[in-house]
Nanobody, 126 residues
Framework: VQLVESGGGSVQAGGSLRLSCAAS????????MSWFRQAPGKEREGVAAILLRGDDTAYADAVKGRFTISEDDANYTMYLQMNKLKPEDTAMYYC?????????????????????WGQGTQVTVS
């Protein structure tokens, strides 16, 4: 499976961006898709996840109420709507897909469970 992220860019604090993750196969072929981010000098961290059997979602505390994850199975695409952006949201954002059955907590904290990754899209908030 190939994943391609897009939608990153530079935005002022308080602004919005919508990231897209286009998959070469239907998202429903996986059990979980997630967004992770990595800032310079920091470890990769989970931001939001969607469990595709039941559409459960999970969010990191830092983004709850500001970010929304969704997926469009017909278009093989996952999205991350990011509102009220803060400078601390600045990072490279990656989408990951996994066929492993996992809990929402694992979907945010265990990147090693994800086999498929995109190349990343940069988000810069000033």
């Amino acid at each position: 499976v190939q994943l391609v992220e897009s939608g990153g860019g530079s935005v002022q604090a308080g602004g919005s961006l919508r990231l897209s993750c286009a998959a070469s196969k239907s998202p429903s072929t996986h059990n979980c898709m997630s967004w992770f981010r990595q800032a310079p000098g920091k470890e990769r961290e989970g931001v939001a996840a969607i469990l595709l059997r039941g559409d459960d979602t999970a969010y990191a505390d830092a983004v709850k109420g500001r970010f929304t994850i969704s997926e469009d199975d017909a278009n093989y695409t996952m999205y991350l709507q990011m509102n009220k952006l803060k400078p601390e949201d600045t990072a490279m954002y990656y989408c990951g897909a996994s066929r492993v059955i996992m809990t929402p907590t694992q979907a945010l904290t265990t990147s090693s469970l994800f086999r498929f990754w995109g190349q990343g899209t940069q988000v810069t908030v000033s």
